[in-house]
């Protein structure tokens, strides 16, 4: 039983996997992780990974969707049998199905503050705000259980529509238009930031790299965050790479991604931060960050509640298309292995998601602080499933670069990547010793106790996984 669906045109692939990088993953989280971490050093983890890690992990995902043609645990089910690997493989499906439903569970709630400030700007209710008349409003909100609750949900809701209408209406003509708009109005807002703000502290902070301003968590937090905003190591890529054609090269679409996705974030970084240190704001304000500094340059900017009004409604369309690649995985694997129709697939899913995300609401009230939570985590609900994404997300990139890496044949890699032995032959370097080491390196980074034999125990690790993986799948390269 496989998905029969594949996208209407060649290039929709790159449109919906872009659609879901580019989200509040760059808008919203990047700049206040980046603020909260120190800048610089946050970013240097953040690009390395995407570049070492992110890129060859992205092509692995897509190859494992394309060549199952299934969601992705039906389709790793599919792999470890076709493949004579251990049927263990499969938890790449089920902990991508755990992620996708923690992610969002709280990405509906922070979208639904874009509902709230589309609304503000265009009633024109900030316009000549000053930054605490903006702060204190944005406080209000957080502090309204049943506003959050309310946007929350109709988040959810639209998302659920979409994903319930099947992959190609909604999806195919939104993106064409709210992604470049996207981008000009982001740029705009830049050019309002340089002029108006003070550029040069946002830039230095930014890309002045001491690496000794990373504080253990930062570590993982970088790492986290490069996965989240490729959307990767949750099978939502994979889910789309099954629809998608076989003609296209992997490779080309992978970079295209991670090019635009950076771009987007550093945009959007460069404008926030302008403004944050222009108006004396504080960078490591956390979550509010961009809530709180974007309105102010609109409520200053001639038609500013013009400007934001489609600025936020941008943001949300941006958030949409990458909620939507967070139900699909799991609204799939429901269709396929219950025989669910889609529509109850997805009302399962985004209903069960949307009840955990009831706890990122009342992190910011009536959970704040001093609830059992804290003391047995130390954070609030928000923060430990952010955290457990964290690592889910890392976890589940480090499986299929192991399974791609090892368990399919040369020739099964090259029918994918079209490309030449050179850069095969770099990507499954990357895939097999590369990624797994970083994640390692970064996990254990993470745990403050292994600070003096941190190399060490990476060396033994990777040395031990390598020769697990190669026994596990006993491939015989000489078929290939
Ligand atoms: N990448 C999206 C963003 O940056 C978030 C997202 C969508 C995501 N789908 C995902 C993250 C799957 C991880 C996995 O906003």
Do not use: C
Request: charged residues 10%; negative net charge; proline residues 3%.
């Amino acid at each position: 039983m496989s998905t029969h669906n594949v996208w209407t045109h060649k290039g929709t692939f790159l449109l919906a996997a872009v659609g879901s990088a580019v989200g509040l993953g760059n808008l919203w989280r990047f700049p206040y992780l980046t603020g909260e971490n120190g800048g610089g050093a946050f970013i240097l983890v953040y690009a390395l990974t995407i570049f070492a890690v992110g890129i060859p992990i992205l092509i692995a995902e897509t190859m494992l969707g394309r060549n199952s043609r299934r969601s992705p645990i039906m389709g790793m089910r599919f792999l470890t049998r076709t493949h004579n690997t251990s049927r263990a493989w499969e938890s790449i499906g089920w902990l991508g199905a755990a992620s996708a439903f923690l992610i969002l569970s709280f990405y509906s709630v922070i979208a639904g503050w874009a509902i709230h400030y589309t609304w503000q700007m265009l009633t024109g209710s900030l316009v000549g705000a000053d930054a605490e008349t903006i702060s204190a409003g944005f406080d209000a909100l957080l502090a309204s259980p049943a506003l959050l609750t309310l946007y929350h949900t109709l988040f959810i809701i639209a998302s659920g529509l979409i994903v319930g209408m099947g992959i190609h209406k909604g999806i195919e003509s939104g993106l064409r238009i709210i992604m470049p708009a996207l981008f000009i109005i982001l740029l705009v807002v830049l050019a309002y930031g340089v002029t108006n703000g003070d550029f040069r502290a946002a830039a230095s902070f930014l890309f002045t790299f001491n690496i000794a301003d990373l504080s253990l968590e930062g570590w993982l937090a970088a790492m986290g965050q490069s996965f989240f905003t490729l959307s990767l190591g949750m099978g939502a890529i994979m889910a789309y790479g099954a629809y998608m054609s076989s003609e296209i090269s992997l490779t080309r679409t992978a970079l295209a991604i991670a090019v635009v996705d950076t771009a987007v974030a550093m945009v959007a970084g460069l404008a926030i931060f302008s403004l944050v240190f222009g108006a004396g704001l504080d960078a490591g304000q956390g979550p509010g960050l961009m809530f709180v500094t974007l309105p102010l340059a609109f409520a200053e900017m001639p038609f500013g509640a013009l400007v934001g009004g489609v600025f936020f409604i941008l943001v949300l369309g941006a958030a949409i298309s990458s909620s939507i690649s967070l139900i699909e995985p799991v609204a799939a694997f429901l269709v396929e292995r219950f025989d669910l129709t889609r529509p109850q697939a997805v009302f399962a899913m985004v209903l069960a998601s949307w009840a955990l995300g009831l706890l990122t609401v009342a992190s910011f009230n009536v959970y704040a602080e001093g609830t059992i939570f804290h003391t047995l985590f130390g954070r609030s609900a928000f923060e430990f499933i952010e955290l457990l994404t964290n690592i889910f997300m890392p976890l589940g990139g480090l499986l299929i670069a192991l399974f791609a890496g090892w368990a399919l044949t040369h020739s099964e890699v090259m029918k994918e990547m079209r490309t030449n032995e050179t850069w095969f032959a770099i990507w499954r370097l990357l895939v097999r010793f590369v990624a797994p080491a970083a994640v390692a390196f970064v996990f254990l980074r993470a745990i403050p106790q292994v600070e003096g034999y941190l190399i060490p125990a990476i060396g033994a690790l990777v040395i031990v996984g390598a020769f697990a993986a190669g026994r596990t799948f006993l491939v015989d390269d000489s078929q290939g």
